[in-house]
């Protein structure tokens, strides 16, 4: 095996041309650096220096390591800046599970944010819903997940998790256009208890928001139709077979045909995001440096956020697209 330190003091005699000058180079004494040489020769098997006298020429083989030491060298260095900036948290991989919303409005930018500012720092993301990416954060599938607050979640004063909230968003009716609602400018849950729901399944914690929000109306709704996909529930509410709530980023962008978004008055269901890692993992400066962009995030959501209505999600007042 050779030593990297003394393909240094071979660089160095290649680079200075003599004993003394590569010496001085390196802070050593000329002794040291012949010591170095000569264990350097006795290591690769191959005499490496022509000694004539005082004068030192590189042999042939010598001159070849000498090349390959360049190389080596500058690619020790490289290591050495990777790792230091590892540990300020500037480079490495974080593998990010979170809901498809989340990723559009908060996960996709952070990412963006990063590669500008620590192009070194690479975000792989694994698409699951909120109440998937907590069991994956715990079996150490991923680095860190992006959730909402669900019943059966683990909660924050869970021992496995560290929790950082990132944003909470209200949750809108979604109506045929031609619905007795549809000219409101508002809608009550309770306006809704004798209608046919269209939900997410059983499981997902969107879906418990809803429940929750019809109990505390007074009833249980009748879940007439089921979907994860927000824009086949928006669908199904503009074919006219039942109503919904949305999470209004989930709006944003939809196409929306014979179906109306009215914002839900009094207290409108919410749910509440949050960022997940396992518990001491927030201090690892790559995660922090992870979750600081995902904050940036979530906080630009705040200064941008609209309600129904916004341009381009086909929500005007009023107004079917």
């Known amino acids: ?184 400018d508002g809608v009550a849950v309770g306006e809704l208890a004798a209608e046919e729901w269209i939900t997410p399944w059983p499981g997902n914690p969107c879906h418990d928001v809803v429940q929750l929000a019809c109990e505390n109306a007074g009833f249980q709704p009748r879940v007439a139709h089921s979907s994860d996909d927000f824009r086949a529930i928006c669908a199904l509410a503009g074919a006219g077979v039942g109503v919904a709530l949305v999470p209004r980023s989930a709006l944003r962008g939809v196409e929306l045909r014979d179906a109306v978004i009215r914002p839900v008055t009094g207290r409108p269901p919410t749910r509440r995001v949050f960022a997940a890692l396992r518990r001491g993992g927030e201090r690892h400066p790559l995660l922090g440096m992870t979750l600081d962009a995902l904050r940036t995030a979530a906080e630009a959501l705040d200064e941008r956020a609209e309600g129904p209505g916004a341009e381009g999600s086909g929500t005007g007042r009023g107004e079917p697209v």
Not at 27 to 34: D, E, F, I
Not at 139 to 150: F, P, T
Not at 154 to 166: H, M
Request: hydrophobic fraction near 50%.
């Open 1 to 184: 095996m050779i030593d990297p330190r003394r393909l240094r003091v071979l660089r160095a005699l290649a680079d200075h041309g003599t004993v003394t000058a590569a010496a001085r180079s390196l802070y050593l004494t000329p002794s040291a650096v012949s010591q170095q040489l000569a264990a350097l020769e006795s290591e690769v098997g191959q005499p490496l220096l022509d000694r004539r006298g005082r004068a030192v020429r590189l042999t042939a083989a010598g001159e070849i390591l000498a090349s390959h030491a360049s190389a080596v060298l500058a690619q020790l260095e490289r290591a050495e800046a990777d790792l230091a900036a590892c540990a300020s948290g500037a480079a490495g991989r974080v593998v990010v599970a979170a809901f498809a919303t989340a990723i559009t409005m908060v996960v996709a930018p952070a990412i963006a944010d990063l590669r500008a500012r620590a192009p070194k720092v690479e975000v792989l993301v694994r698409d699951a819903e909120g109440h998937a990416s907590l069991p994956l954060l715990l079996a150490g599938e991923v680095d860190m997940a992006i959730a909402m607050d669900y019943r059966g979640a683990p909660g924050a004063d869970d021992e496995r998790l560290a929790r950082v909230p990132l944003y909470a968003e209200p949750f809108d009716a979604v109506l045929p256009a031609t619905h007795r609602l549809a000219e409101e």
